[in-house]
């Protein structure tokens, strides 16, 4: 049985100054927050009285209504998921109410299915299990939800996480023409250094992964052509930090899904609900991106939900997306404690994302968590080895990190790159939307799996080269067309960039040498290398459910063109990146050069990601990191 729970609601008044043609007209506006006091996004705001308006609350939690006749209106506050509130407002000529709303969670419907159908750690039951450990997360079933999440609550220490990069350096053509590695479209990297300098601080270098600093954006590259999954572009442009050295760009795009439906989802939310989970930014922001992705499914999706922290169970079965009531009730019953036992969760997420398989559909777990993995299988190699094992039943892994002090950003970039799926930071509510609702079908709908990138060098053109970012993707050239070695994967209109530094023949920068070799001799270039072409690019890939890989091939003249707009934006978040992590072979890159670059090729930018990253990079140029890393380097 549903019980109607009064949320407290204070109205403040205040007149404010109207034009003389606005004088019979007031407003009513407000902000809207969980019993933890993070925002809600998303709440139906229905007014009816002397006129009858709905509004929803945006990224903030806050809505506004103007221009309303005066009168007594009754507001009906809904979200799905949470107890519905009611009060009046009686608003005068001239003025505005505003209100503060705080809803609480609805108790869970006798149509949720809770089970005990989860793997044991202990001999009591299921239940008292999660009464001990979950604190309250299965409220209809071991006595309602126990305590909220204390707001602004944060560790005590700060123990996040990040493998150390080595910036590829300059390597000349004649002892190494080849250049391997796997794509990348993870965007976690951005997000996370973008926290870091919105708090005012500097990133570690190892958070900063150029790669996903630029594959953060989207480009102008044309769709593929009706036979392939992608499209391949390829410029070549003066070196912006280096005029003496070329740029060259290549892009993926992948196929969009505008004729046909997204396929089918069969998905598995595995949300971590241990201790360490509880500040508004981790668990509350969860419950919000995943109410956000709950909204778009239809009837022929699945969701269910796993949770996991001393021990692992099925809050919700599988259930179709038409239900999203069900859905939504289960996730506003999540609350935080315990400690985590992440490999435990995972294999039943996997199990139970199995027993729904949708052949042909999107199959994946959905893992939500700071990565504070500190119960059970604890190393990490013993967790990606699960990973891999897991993700040949055709089930992939995509992995949002969240919140601040403890942070396992190096764990949850691996177990998504051994799951096929992608790595996703959410700092704000505004990325939770980004992610799994603007940019859903790159997230989720793989077009493409294993594919790689294999770049051969001209030595009549090409004395050296070095690959920007991609550190942690880089393959030895025999995996190129070993299709046992697993690489990354492109979704439904997802791209992917790469830029290369290119120094022609008869410019020298310093490498690596090695001694002259005694028993073989230089090898000889072939009549192509005459043929005016700079490199050839070569892309191997597989369907999602293949296992032989296809080979599409590109050449890249040896021709400069003028900048152009992909190039252009590309190459200031690459020397944005490149300057904030202290690259070595960054010639004269700056954040100044980077912003005024960025600032020429912005575009149109609808959805306003790029003028926030000139924004943002701005912000970075006044940071002044002890060890000056950040001045310029001018």
């Given at each position: 049985?549903?019980t109607?729970?009064?949320?407290?609601?204070?109205?403040?008044a205040?007149v404010v100054p109207?034009?003389?043609?606005?004088?019979?007209?007031g407003?009513i506006?407000?902000?809207?927050?969980d019993?933890?006091?993070?925002?809600?996004?998303?709440?139906?705001?229905?007014?009816?009285?002397?006129e009858k308006?709905?509004v929803l609350?945006?990224?903030r939690?806050?809505f506004?209504?103007?221009r309303?006749?005066?009168g007594?209106?009754?507001?009906l506050?809904?979200?799905?998921?949470?107890?519905?509130?009611r009060?009046?407002?009686?608003?005068?000529a001239g003025r505005?109410?505003?209100l503060?709303i705080q809803?609480r969670?609805?108790?869970?419907?006798?149509?949720v299915?809770?089970t005990?159908?989860?793997p044991r750690v202990?001999?009591?039951p299921?239940?008292?299990q999660f009464?001990t450990v979950?604190g309250g997360v299965?409220g209809?079933?071991v006595g309602?939800?126990?305590g909220a999440?204390?707001?602004?609550?944060?560790e005590?220490f700060n123990?996040?996480?990040?493998d150390?990069?080595e910036a590829?350096?300059?390597r000349?053509?004649?002892a190494?023409?080849?250049?391997?590695f796997?794509i990348?479209?993870?965007?976690?990297?951005?997000?996370?250094?973008r926290?870091?300098?919105?708090?005012?601080m500097?990133?570690p270098?190892g958070?900063?992964?150029?790669?996903?600093l630029v594959n953060?954006?989207r480009?102008?590259?044309?769709?593929?052509?009706a036979?392939e999954?992608?499209?391949?572009?390829t410029?070549?442009t003066p070196?912006p930090w280096?005029p003496?050295h070329?740029?060259a760009?290549?892009g993926?795009q992948?196929r969009e899904?505008?004729n046909?439906e997204p396929?089918?989802?069969?998905?598995?939310f595995?949300?971590?609900v241990s201790?360490?989970?509880?500040?508004p930014?981790?668990?509350?922001?969860v419950?919000?991106?995943m109410?956000?992705?709950?909204d778009v499914?239809?009837?022929r999706?699945?969701v269910?939900i796993?949770?996991y922290?001393?021990?692992?169970?099925l809050?919700?079965?599988?259930?179709?997306?038409?239900?999203?009531d069900?859905?939504?009730q289960?996730?506003a019953q999540?609350e935080?404690?315990g400690s985590t036992?992440?490999?435990?969760g995972?294999?039943?997420?996997?199990?139970?994302?199995r027993e729904n398989?949708?052949?042909?559909?999107?199959n994946?777990?959905i893992?939500?968590?700071?990565g504070?993995?500190?119960?059970?299988?604890?190393?990490q190699s013993e967790?990606?080895?699960?990973?891999?094992?897991?993700?040949?039943s055709?089930?992939?892994?995509s992995?949002?990190?969240?919140?601040t002090g403890?942070?396992?950003d190096?764990t949850m970039?691996?177990?998504?790159d051994?799951?096929n799926?992608?790595?996703?930071?959410?700092?704000t509510?505004?990325e939770?939307?980004?992610?799994l609702?603007?940019?859903?079908?790159a997230?989720?709908?793989t077009i493409?799996?294993?594919?790689k990138?294999?770049?051969?060098?001209n030595?009549?053109a090409?004395?050296?080269?070095r690959?920007?970012?991609?550190e942690?993707?880089?393959l030895?050239?025999?995996?190129f067309n070993?299709d046992?070695?697993?690489a990354g994967?492109?979704g439904?209109g997802h791209?992917v960039?790469?830029l290369y530094?290119v120094?022609?023949?008869?410019?020298?920068?310093?490498?690596s040498?090695?001694d002259?070799?005694?028993y073989?001799r230089e090898?000889?270039p072939?009549r192509?290398?005459?043929?005016?072409?700079?490199?050839?690019v070569?892309v191997r890939y597989?369907a999602p459910?293949?296992d032989t890989s296809?080979?599409l091939?590109?050449?890249?003249?040896?021709k400069?063109?003028?900048m152009?707009?992909?190039?252009?934006f590309a190459?200031a978040v690459?020397?944005f990146g490149m300057?904030?992590?202290g690259?070595?072979?960054?010639?004269?890159a700056?954040?100044?050069a980077a912003?005024?670059r960025a600032r020429?090729f912005r575009?149109?930018?609808n959805e306003?990601?790029r003028?926030?990253?000139?924004v943002?990079?701005?912000?970075?140029?006044?940071?002044?990191?002890?060890?000056g890393?950040?001045?310029s380097?001018?």
């Amino acid at each position: 049985m549903r019980t109607r729970i009064w949320a407290s609601i204070v109205v403040v008044a205040f007149v404010v100054p109207l034009l003389a043609a606005q004088v019979d007209f007031g407003a009513i506006n407000g902000v809207v927050t969980d019993s933890s006091g993070a925002v809600l996004p998303g709440v139906t705001i229905e007014l009816t009285g002397p006129e009858k308006r709905t509004v929803l609350t945006g990224d903030r939690g806050e809505f506004s209504v103007v221009r309303l006749r005066p009168g007594e209106y009754d507001v009906l506050i809904t979200l799905a998921g949470f107890s519905t509130v009611r009060t009046k407002v009686v608003l005068a000529a001239g003025r505005t109410e505003r209100l503060t709303i705080q809803m609480r969670v609805a108790a869970l419907e006798e149509t949720v299915t809770v089970t005990g159908e989860t793997p044991r750690v202990n001999t009591q039951p299921a239940a008292a299990q999660f009464r001990t450990v979950v604190g309250g997360v299965i409220g209809g079933v071991v006595g309602g939800v126990v305590g909220a999440p204390l707001a602004g609550a944060r560790e005590a220490f700060n123990t996040e996480s990040y493998d150390h990069i080595e910036a590829n350096r300059f390597r000349r053509v004649e002892a190494d023409p080849l250049s391997t590695f796997s794509i990348d479209a993870d965007t976690a990297s951005y997000a996370n250094v973008r926290r870091f300098i919105t708090d005012g601080m500097l990133p570690p270098a190892g958070a900063i992964r150029i790669e996903e600093l630029v594959n953060y954006f989207r480009f102008d590259y044309p769709q593929p052509s009706a036979n392939e999954p992608f499209s391949i572009t390829t410029e070549l442009t003066p070196c912006p930090w280096n005029p003496r050295h070329r740029l060259a760009l290549i892009g993926l795009q992948g196929r969009e899904l505008k004729n046909r439906e997204p396929s089918p989802r069969n998905l598995v939310f595995l949300i971590d609900v241990s201790g360490s989970m509880m500040p508004p930014d981790k668990l509350p922001l969860v419950r919000t991106a995943m109410r956000m992705l709950t909204d778009v499914l239809t009837e022929r999706d699945r969701v269910a939900i796993v949770v996991y922290a001393g021990a692992s169970g099925l809050v919700l079965r599988s259930t179709t997306g038409e239900h999203k009531d069900r859905i939504h009730q289960a996730l506003a019953q999540l609350e935080a404690g315990g400690s985590t036992n992440g490999a435990s969760g995972i294999r039943l997420a996997y199990q139970v994302a199995r027993e729904n398989f949708i052949a042909g559909g999107v199959n994946r777990v959905i893992l939500a968590t700071d990565g504070d993995f500190n119960v059970g299988v604890t190393n990490q190699s013993e967790l990606v080895s699960l990973i891999e094992r897991e993700r040949e039943s055709g089930v992939f892994l995509s992995v949002l990190g969240v919140g601040t002090g403890n942070l396992k950003d190096s764990t949850m970039e691996k177990l998504a790159d051994k799951g096929n799926g992608n790595y996703s930071y959410l700092d704000t509510v505004h990325e939770a939307r980004k992610v799994l609702v603007r940019e859903a079908g790159a997230t989720l709908d793989t077009i493409a799996k294993d594919v790689k990138i294999q770049v051969e060098f001209n030595p009549r053109a090409v004395f050296a080269y070095r690959l920007i970012g991609y550190e942690n993707r880089l393959l030895k050239n025999e995996d190129f067309n070993d299709d046992k070695k697993d690489a990354g994967e492109i979704g439904a209109g997802h791209s992917v960039t790469a830029l290369y530094e290119v120094v022609p023949v008869g410019v020298t920068v310093a490498t690596s040498d090695v001694d002259p070799l005694k028993y073989q001799r230089e090898t000889r270039p072939t009549r192509a290398a005459a043929s005016g072409e700079l490199l050839t690019v070569k892309v191997r890939y597989k369907a999602p459910d293949g296992d032989t890989s296809q080979l599409l091939t590109r050449v890249v003249m040896n021709k400069p063109a003028s900048m152009s707009a992909n190039v252009g934006f590309a190459s200031a978040v690459a020397e944005f990146g490149m300057v904030l992590r202290g690259s070595p072979d960054s010639g004269d890159a700056s954040v100044q050069a980077a912003v005024a670059r960025a600032r020429r090729f912005r575009g149109s930018d609808n959805e306003g990601y790029r003028s926030e990253f000139i924004v943002l990079a701005e912000r970075a140029s006044l940071l002044r990191d002890r060890d000056g890393s950040i001045q310029s380097r001018r």
